[in-house]
């Protein structure tokens, strides 16, 4: 586990102001989900329209595919179930506590398909 | 070179406005402090100051805008009393806690309802734990000298706190007073470069302000906050002897009016001080031991200084100019109160709570104050500790003034 520093008041920027930009990367805001999104890759046609509709950016994509969830900021809201086209289904809402048993408290890595700059 | 100009209270702070030039001033007029705002909008429109001037469409707004100045790295100000201060309440709190020094001019007024336009304390006080410096001016030179001074006291790095300079409305504001006004070049060099540590318009050092503050990390806020306006005591000091140096006029936490060997001691705050200290100077010539302490820096509270210069009294009795409604008195008593409590022989200490709604306080009014404290010191009867001065509990037939016919 990384261990968590607590800033003391004496360095901490004053007035709780963050004195950097870009790092919303830093706050994991997944523990807030009751149910996950699997993917289900071999039916994905790539149309990334839950990309475009995800509220956070969980939904990783790369060269233009689709390849999975970025579980560490997922807070599970499910629109990208809801707005999957009806012929493709590919993405199922999960019970996090099943998915927990099912694929293991791992983090966004295990949802994400392998890959290499160049792959597609 | 200073020149002596007769002013209301209200152009004396306009013209601090003037010479101390914010970058933003974002107002909304409210009596008594309409004129001050008014006046600033005139030199604006002059184009005798480059301020970006923003008539708001509430004092709500009005802080609102000048926290947004702020956290770009402008120096702000705004000015209201009463009503207008109690809207700004929760923007109050925001100012202070995102450190953003800014300077606001309070013109006191007593608070609805019934409604009332004339000078109490009820306003400010209602401010007083909100986490913003307050100095009170007993007249137009004070609440002029007090302008600058809230500069560079706010906007010291060890501080970085708002700054209000209040002063008592009408009886200060629409008085007419000498006040000897320094020259610009000297303003301008007194207060100096604003030099905030981060500006939001600054792209290549984004920052952010006011993000979401959990229960990890909102206590250690709070205490940076806390020690932040203890560290204001030694700056407003400090200030005070450079201002001295420009100016020749000696500013402290509170000015001592003949208190050295004084049996009895009245503690007030703003232009009351003023009849008060006649009222000390003919009681001493009957003999009485009579001083007072006038508190001109609120918050912080310099509670040991004034419960050292106090302590060889045998009486005190300390003036509010507002009710803290259920309290066990009015605000500044029970400040003084809790300053006197380790005081091993501290003096008999009571409340008059005094001149609400502009309520006129007379030398016979303070003559009585300082008798009923001879009495206690004598007596050892302490009666009801806290009490309302001149309030009427029977009807009471009055000759009208003039005579109408």
């Known amino acids: 586990m990384k261990k968590i520093v607590l800033r003391g008041w004496k360095s901490l920027p004053l007035g709780g102001i963050i004195p950097e930009g870009g790092n919303s990367h830093d706050y994991a805001t997944g523990s807030w989900r009751s149910c996950r999104p699997v993917l289900d890759a071999d039916k994905c046609i790539h149309c990334l329209i839950c990309w475009i509709m995800c509220p956070d950016s969980s939904v990783v994509v790369r060269e233009g595919k689709m390849l999975g969830f970025d579980l560490a900021h997922c807070k599970g809201c499910g629109i990208c179930d809801e707005v999957c086209p009806d012929k493709v289904k590919c993405i199922a809402m999960v019970d996090e506590g099943e998915a927990k048993e099912a694929y293991g408290d791992k983090d966004m890595d295990d949802q994400v398909l392998p890959w290499e700059p160049g792959t597609y | ?405």
Request: aromatic fraction near 8%; hydrophobic fraction near 40%; charge should be negative.
């Open chain 2, 1 to 405: 070179m200073s020149k002596l100009v007769a002013l209301t209270g209200n152009s004396a702070l306009a013209h601090a406005f003037k010479q101390v030039e914010p970058d933003v001033y974002a107002a909304y007029p409210i009596t008594p402090s309409t004129q001050i705002t008014e006046e600033f909008s005139e030199y604006v429109a002059d184009g005798l100051v480059k301020t970006e001037f923003v008539p708001t469409e509430s004092e709500h707004s009005a802080m609102s805008a000048c926290i947004g100045a702020a956290a770009a790295g402008a120096r702000a100000a705004t000015t209201t009393s009463s009503q207008g201060l109690a809207l700004m309440h929760e923007v109050l709190y925001i100012a202070a806690s995102y450190r953003l020094p800014m300077i606001m001019a309070v013109v006191n007024r007593a608070l609805s309802g019934p409604l009332n336009i004339h000078a109490d304390h009820s306003d400010t006080m209602g401010s007083r734990d909100c986490g913003w410096i307050q100095i009170y001016s007993e007249g137009a030179q004070e609440a002029y000298d007090n302008l600058f001074q809230a500069v560079l006291i706010g906007e010291h790095p060890e501080v970085r706190l708002p700054v209000m300079v209040c002063m008592d409305g009408f009886i200060v504001s629409h008085s007419l007073e000498g006040v000897e006004l320094i020259r610009d070049e000297t303003a301008k060099k007194f207060i100096g470069e604003n030099k905030p540590p981060f500006s939001l318009l600054d792209v290549d050092q984004p920052v952010t302000f006011g993000p979401n503050d959990l229960s990890d990390y909102y206590t250690e806020h709070r205490k940076q906050q806390s020690e932040a306006i203890k560290n204001a005591m030694p700056v407003i000091r400090e200030v005070a002897r450079r201002w001295e140096e420009v100016t020749g006029r000696a500013y402290g936490y509170f000015e001592p009016y003949r208190i050295e060997d004084a049996e009895y001691i009245v503690l007030a705050i703003g232009s009351v001080a003023g009849t008060i200290k006649d009222a000390v100077d003919e009681l001493r010539q009957g003999g009485l031991k009579a001083g007072l302490l006038k508190v001109r820096v609120y918050r912080p509270f310099p509670g040991e200084e004034i419960a050292q210069a106090i302590r060889n009294a045998k009486a005190v009795a300390v003036m509010d100019r507002a009710d803290a409604f259920g309290a066990l008195g009015g605000p500044l008593f029970t400040d003084v109160a809790a300053a006197l409590y380790d005081n091993p022989d501290q003096p008999h200490c009571i409340n008059y709570v005094y001149g609400l709604g502009g309520r006129d306080v007379s030398l016979e009014n303070v003559f009585g104050v300082y008798h009923r404290l001879e009495e206690i010191a004598r007596t050892g009867k302490l009666g009801q500790r806290c009490q309302y001065l001149t309030v009427r509990s029977e009807d009471h037939g009055q000759e009208p003034a003039l005579e109408i016919t």
